[in-house]
């Protein structure tokens, strides 16, 4: 984005049509360079190359990967208030600021848009939210779950008409946090009712048709699955650790909805660690080409990356807000969070 101010004719190539809907091809299709980043703070906003780890040699060079973003400030008090992200699609971030206003930004053009407020108040009752697309209407949507009355109210934003709905739905069962997006769907990892000891599940809410859908099976229905994210385009689980050992099993479903293609991509045990890391839990930010894992050491305030092969580790980067916003990887493309099109760039 820095080029369009080379010269008027880069800036008119540049916000062309043509040319950001073959950008935003083009890297659907990975035709061109990786431009992925990860977002891990907020406060302040920013980022770390994500092509940048497979060749860190220690966390000196990690901070040549970051990136300090410019955050919209709509209203000068947002600066000090607490913003959590609720959720990414096609370069779009969604982030709410104190749980009650709701952003959509786009870290690579640096455009926004502040989202009306709800129709039913969410500070304080947020109970469940997420952020996705549906291609069926070719529309961004955001979901927010409140509890009010010991009701769940659904709301709904789209963002072609810029407006909240609200949906009456009554399986929404014990969902709380944000959710992932995949395959159309946003999904949370739930408890099923009633609780047969430690049994969990997938719950799907489809955007397109907005509805929940059946239960997602896990890899295992008596293993307490603690958390739940999406890499490499697939459903991703972790399981608890198991005795003294501290035995966890990352697990990813290569083929959406069926139970039997759960496969174990690593398992580590925590008295095999080095002695400063036989603290942390492996919840995976992500997973390099080569096996490697990032993720968050929350004792020590540092992205750690993991080879499981080599047992080593190396921290990466110092965080700021001990990630209380959430972490996630996002891809840099022209789309707008105004009109979610690449046209109007």
Request: hydrophobic letters at 35%; one cysteine or more; a neutral charge.
């Amino acid at each position: 984005m820095r080029f369009r101010c080379v010269s008027k004719s880069w800036n008119a190539l540049i916000s062309d049509p043509y040319f950001t809907k073959k950008h935003f091809r083009y890297a659907e299709m990975g035709i061109t360079e990786n431009s992925s980043r990860l977002l891990y703070s907020m406060d302040p906003p920013q980022s770390l190359d994500h092509e940048a780890l497979k060749d860190l040699k220690d966390h000196r060079n990690g901070y040549f990967a970051n990136r300090e973003l410019d955050l919209p400030v709509m209203i000068p008090e947002y600066s000090n208030r607490y913003k959590s992200i609720v959720g990414c699609c096609n370069g779009l971030i969604c982030f709410s600021v104190q749980g009650d206003d709701f952003i959509l930004w786009n870290p690579c053009t640096r455009y926004s848009k502040m989202l009306p407020r709800t129709p039913l108040p969410v500070f304080n009752r947020q109970v469940f939210c997420g952020f996705g697309y549906d291609s069926a209407t070719d529309d961004y949507k955001v979901i927010v779950g409140t509890k009010m009355d010991e009701e769940i109210k659904f709301q709904v934003f789209t963002l072609k008409t810029s407006s909240w709905k609200v949906l009456r739905i009554s399986n929404a069962l014990n969902i709380s946090g944000p959710g992932f997006f995949l395959n159309g769907a946003l999904h949370w990892l739930v408890r099923v009712e009633p609780n047969p000891g430690n049994s969990r599940a997938i719950l799907s809410f489809d955007l397109a048709e907005e509805e929940f859908h059946e239960m997602i099976p896990l890899p295992y229905d008596d293993v307490d699955f603690e958390g739940m994210t999406i890499l490499r385009n697939c459903l991703c689980v972790v399981d608890s650790f198991i005795g003294r050992d501290g035995v966890s099993t990352i697990w990813l479903m290569k083929e959406y909805g069926v139970k039997q293609s759960w496969t174990q991509v690593i398992r580590c045990s925590r008295k095999d660690f080095p002695k400063e890391y036989r603290h942390v839990f492996v919840k995976p930010i992500c997973i390099l080409e080569k096996g490697e894992l990032l993720f968050h050491d929350w004792r020590a305030g540092f992205l750690v990356l993991y080879d499981p092969k080599e047992n080593t580790f190396k921290n990466v980067t110092k965080t700021h807000d001990r990630l209380r916003c959430g972490t996630l990887v996002y891809r840099e493309t022209l789309v707008s969070p105004v009109t979610g099109s690449v046209v109007d760039i």
